[in-house]
């Protein structure tokens, strides 16, 4: 029997697609994903029920509660209040400058974490566009030399921590754009090199963290 294969939404990576007027294509990718796309409580709070209170974000929430109405997102019901509170604490007692902790995560993101390690099937990935949770999980002792150089300050490591998120697979939202483009699913007037770099630019600048040089190489790529 085949796995269930999952993909973890943080808000932010939802809202890049929604302040892109991109919504429209989760829909379609969910369809040809054959999985489920997921998310916690605590994203659906961020992404559309303490966004819809604040007339500046009202329509992005309202396109994303219609993936919702069309069950494009699942929210995860099992409790996930201890396996979070573990995430929090871990990786906010992995890095200390001064003597005092570094906090680098927050409850959305400790969520998806926590899902992630709740769910049983190895097809699964965590989609967030923040760098921090990122580094984390791929390259935590480049997330302790940058937090360095930002604080101005040495910064402490407790490395036995970096097993607990080694081997957590993540994307961002512009890879998702990325594929969905090339698949048909982002339909723009221009020529693939200009509409990847129209796509790409994009997410970047509405908060996805992706380089220059990682544009051009996906430019360069098509």
């Given at each position: ?80 209040k201890k396996e979070t509170e573990r995430v929090l604490d871990i990786a906010n007692h992995t890095f200390k400058a001064k003597g005092e902790w570094i906090s680098i995560i927050h409850g ?115």
């Open positions: 029997m085949p796995e269930n294969k999952y993909l973890i939404f943080d808000s932010s990576s939802i809202i890049t697609f929604a302040m892109n007027d991109l919504t429209y294509s989760l829909k379609e990718l969910h369809e040809k994903f054959n999985g489920d796309f997921i998310f916690s409580k605590d994203v659906e709070k961020e992404t559309i029920t303490r966004s819809l209170d604040i007339p500046r974000f009202m329509l992005e929430a309202l396109q994303i509660k219609g993936l919702v109405n069309d069950t494009v997102f699942t929210r995860f019901e099992k409790n996930l959305g993101e400790a969520s998806c974490l926590a899902i992630y390690k709740m769910l049983t099937s190895n097809k699964k990935a965590i989609v967030i566009d923040e760098r921090t949770t990122r580094m984390l999980c791929e390259s935590p002792e480049n997330l302790r030399k940058l937090l360095g150089l930002k604080l101005h300050t040495k910064v402490e490591a407790v490395k036995e921590n970096y097993d607990f998120f080694k081997d957590i697979k993540i994307i961002r939202s512009c890879e998702l754009m990325f594929f969905a483009y090339s698949k048909g699913l982002i339909p723009l007037p221009a020529n693939k090199r200009d509409s990847i770099k129209a796509l790409l630019y994009a997410a970047k600048y509405k908060g996805c963290s992706v380089s220059n040089q990682e544009i051009k190489e996906a430019i360069n790529y098509i």
